[in-house]
């Protein structure tokens, strides 16, 4: 019997059993790689290195669909002819240029339009393309175009070519289908894992926009709960917490502090006499005269309807009694239009100093020299009004 078919057959069988191995061995790998940080090109770039390691192809390149378009997406230049012949004719750098063929046009377009490989044994790049011959096109050769499909989607074509004639057997085709398999769910995962991340961009964009709403949101709040509104100035609220820790600080250290009351003098005329439009003026205009008069470190609050209050630290009797003054004359000074007459004011100033031989906390001081200061305030009131009173 002779052996020599036996032999034959068992080396096709082994050479198949071995191309088969460089086919899983390309699928695995393929199917391996990391899709979460890379491009689409980069993707594509790195599967196609992975198909030439294990596939004995020339070239290889792949085209993405845009629309009714096929676009160079990845791959090496057709144009690296392996014949001396061919290496005159000059080369096409697909990297180089904006690549772009029809679908429908070239086989290429044919096989995207038709969803099925398209072989030519003895074709050309122009052929592939779809384009006229030029000396970089006409390269002959092998051509196989293989859809990259995933369910009812096209994703693109991967394009191989090898200058030899008819060199591409089935098992390059099933080898070159089960890549473009993967690589069609490769794309159709990173299509998924991009939207997610576009997602979680814009969710993190809004609770971002949302978080800086709600901090606003807060800070207004706060604001104007600390805040007298019609005067700008700071409330009860923000007074009595800040002033407390002004005389913790005063007590401790031994520092002087004193504390005005001010009450405007018949307040209550202007507003049933010229309206509460005008009260409200007049209280804007006085708290700007405070404002003027104090410092950066005194803490001023308006904390009832014409009733205002500044702690003065590091401020002794004769200091406090002299701002209150000057604080007074200028109320004094005030003078509002109205009609036939201009509406004036007066202010009536208890001035109360902190007292260290005084037993007590913080608060218990602060709510002495809160006494002491509408005493003195009440004094003044009972004397005649537009004055000022040291407690």
């Given at each position: 019997?002779?052996?020599?078919?036996?032999?034959?057959?068992a080396?096709?069988?082994?050479?198949?059993?071995?191309?088969l191995?460089?086919?899983?061995?390309?699928?695995?790998?393929?199917?391996?790689?990391?899709?979460?940080?890379?491009?689409?090109?980069?993707?594509?770039?790195?599967?196609?290195?992975?198909?030439m390691?294990?596939?004995?192809?020339?070239?290889?390149?792949?085209?993405?669909?845009?629309?009714?378009?096929?676009?160079?997406?990845?791959?090496?230049?057709?144009?690296?002819?392996?014949?001396?012949?061919?290496?005159?004719?000059?080369?096409?750098?697909?990297?180089?240029?904006?690549?772009?063929?029809?679908?429908?046009?070239?086989?290429?377009?044919?096989?995207?339009?038709?969803?099925?490989?398209?072989?030519?044994p003895?074709?050309?790049?122009?052929?592939?393309?779809?384009?006229?011959?030029?000396?970089?096109?006409a390269?002959?050769?092998?051509?196989?175009?293989?859809p990259?499909?995933?369910?009812?989607?096209?994703?693109?074509?991967?394009?191989?070519?090898?200058?030899?004639?008819?060199?591409?057997?089935?098992?390059?085709?099933?080898?070159?289908?089960?890549?473009?398999?993967?690589?069609?769910?490769?794309?159709?995962?990173?299509?998924?894992?991009?939207?997610?991340?576009?997602?979680?961009?814009?969710?993190?964009?809004?609770?971002?926009?949302?978080?800086?709403e709600?901090?606003?949101?807060?800070?207004?709040?706060?604001?104007?709960?600390?805040?007298?509104?019609?005067?700008?100035?700071?409330?009860?609220?923000?007074?009595?917490?800040?002033?407390?820790?002004?005389?913790?600080?005063?007590?401790?250290?031994?520092?002087?502090?004193?504390?005005?009351?001010?009450?405007?003098?018949?307040?209550?005329?202007?507003?049933?006499?010229?309206?509460?439009?005008?009260?409200?003026?007049?209280?804007?205009?006085?708290?700007?005269?405070?404002r003027?008069?104090?410092?950066?470190?005194d803490?001023?609050?308006?904390?009832?309807?014409?009733?205002?209050?500044?702690?003065?630290?590091h401020?002794?009797?004769?200091g406090?009694?002299?701002?209150?003054?000057?604080?007074?004359?200028?109320?004094?000074?005030?003078?509002?239009?109205?009609?036939?007459?201009?509406?004036?004011?007066?202010?009536?100033?208890?001035?109360?100093?902190?007292?260290?031989?005084?037993?007590?906390?913080?608060?218990?001081?602060?709510?002495?020299?809160?006494?002491?200061?509408?005493?003195?305030m009440?004094?003044?009131?009972?004397?005649?009004?537009?004055?000022?009173?040291?407690?």
């Open positions: 019997m002779n052996p020599a078919p036996f032999l034959k057959a080396n096709d069988m082994g050479g198949r059993f071995l191309g191995l460089d086919t899983l061995s390309a699928v695995a790998a393929v199917s391996a790689m990391d899709i979460r940080q890379k491009d689409v090109p980069s993707l594509l770039g790195e599967a196609l290195d992975i198909l390691q294990h596939q004995d192809l020339a070239h290889s390149s792949i085209f993405l669909v845009e629309a009714d378009t096929l676009v160079f997406a990845a791959g090496a230049d057709f144009a690296r002819p392996r014949t001396p012949a061919a290496e005159q004719s000059g080369e096409l750098r697909l990297a180089e240029h904006d690549v772009r063929v029809c679908v429908g046009k070239g086989l290429l377009g044919i096989a995207a339009s038709t969803r099925e490989p398209q072989y030519e003895a074709g050309s790049i122009a052929r592939m393309l779809g384009t006229r011959e030029s000396p970089a096109t390269i002959q050769g092998s051509v196989l175009c293989m990259i499909i995933t369910g009812d989607t096209v994703f693109g074509v991967t394009a191989v070519f090898h200058p030899e004639k008819d060199r591409f057997q089935h098992g390059h085709h099933h080898a070159l289908a089960l890549f473009c398999g993967v690589v069609g769910h490769m794309l159709a995962s990173h299509q998924v894992v991009k939207r997610m991340e576009q997602a979680v961009e814009h969710r993190t964009r809004q609770l971002a926009r949302a978080l800086e709600a901090e606003e949101l807060r800070r207004r709040y706060q604001e104007l709960s600390t805040v007298d509104e019609l005067t700008g100035l700071h409330n009860r609220r923000f007074f009595f917490p800040e002033a407390e820790a002004a005389v913790a600080r005063a007590v401790r250290h031994r520092q002087v502090l004193c504390l005005l009351v001010l009450d405007l003098d018949h307040f209550k005329r202007i507003n049933d006499s010229f309206g509460h439009a005008a009260g409200d003026e007049v209280l804007r205009d006085v708290a700007g005269v405070l003027q008069h104090t410092r950066e470190g803490i001023l609050a308006r904390t009832g309807g014409e009733e205002f209050v500044v702690a003065l630290p401020t002794s009797d004769s406090a009694r002299s701002l209150a003054e000057r604080v007074r004359i200028h109320i004094q000074d005030l003078a509002w239009p109205h009609v036939s007459q201009n509406i004036r004011v007066s202010a009536s100033i208890g001035v109360a100093c902190l007292d260290h031989a005084a037993e007590g906390n913080a608060r218990q001081h602060l709510e002495r020299l809160m006494r002491h200061g509408d005493q003195a009440y004094c003044c009131k009972r004397d005649g009004r537009n004055r000022v009173a040291v407690y």
